[in-house]
């Protein structure tokens, strides 16, 4: 079984641009989290989709924004780029929006220049 | 505030020289405790649920336990593939997000 994939793996951006970071999840796991990881600090939560609605949003600015699609997958978007964006992007599936299991994919790691 | 905290941040260690790994959290209402372990530039792997003071789970070198405001990862005669971040989280909030703790970072010299 697949686990979770994330996509792409690596992208460079400029101050002011636009990106778009992509996750599939578990086959099954019908919830999608979104966390973002600073070097050296642990992942912060940024938000959480279940059934294509957001269930929960982290503290992060409204350039922040994620959907959820009809087959589980999701997109979260950045807008208007700062170098404190650079980070590593994680997603993690898990079967509902309990504690109960979260799997994690491999991560974007985002950098802004 | 919910808020997990871990000790040390760094760690370095002989080849079989046993040391444990703190967490230390404040949740309202612990709905789990969670250990990840990370190697640099991927995402985190599970490795235990904990779910009650007492209890205890093993996977080869690594015994994870938790009392009521903390929990240890054990780590016995640990191999230089050991090394990596080990995360610690809770869930928390309405939706059972996770909160990390900021790691430990686990160098294992062989």
């Known amino acids: 079984d697949a686990g979770v994939t994330q996509s792409p793996t690596h992208l460079i951006k400029t101050r002011g641009q636009h990106v778009t970071l992509r996750c599939s999840p578990i086959?099954?796991?019908?919830?999608v989290s979104w966390y973002q990881q600073v070097l050296g600090q642990g992942p912060q939560f940024i938000f959480q989709y279940y059934e294509k609605e957001e269930r929960g949003r982290g503290n992060f600015p409204d350039r922040f924004s994620a959907r959820q699609f009809p087959n589980y997958s999701s997109e979260l978007n950045v807008n208007a780029l700062l170098l404190g964006d650079s980070a590593l992007y994680l997603c993690?599936?898990?079967?509902?929006?309990?504690?109960?299991?979260?799997?994690f994919g491999s991560g974007t790691r985002l950098t802004v220049v | 505030e919910d808020q997990v905290t871990q000790s040390p941040e760094a760690l370095r260690l002989q080849e079989g020289e046993s040391s444990s790994l703190n967490c230390s959290y404040t949740v309202s209402g612990l709905r789990g405790l969670f250990w990840y372990r990370q190697d640099p530039g991927k995402g985190p792997e599970f490795l235990f649920t904990?779910?009650?003071a007492g209890e205890e789970k093993e996977k080869e070198r690594l015994k994870a336990t938790l009392t009521k405001k903390e929990s240890f990862l054990h780590i016995t005669a640990p191999k230089p593939e050991d090394s990596a971040t080990y995360l610690c989280a809770v869930p928390g909030g309405a939706t059972n997000k996770l909160i990390f703790g900021t790691g430990t970072l686990l160098a294992v010299q062989p």
């Open positions: 904990l779910y009650s």
């Open positions: 993690a599936s898990s079967f509902m929006t309990g504690g109960d299991g979260y799997t």
């Open positions: 086959s099954g796991h019908k919830s």
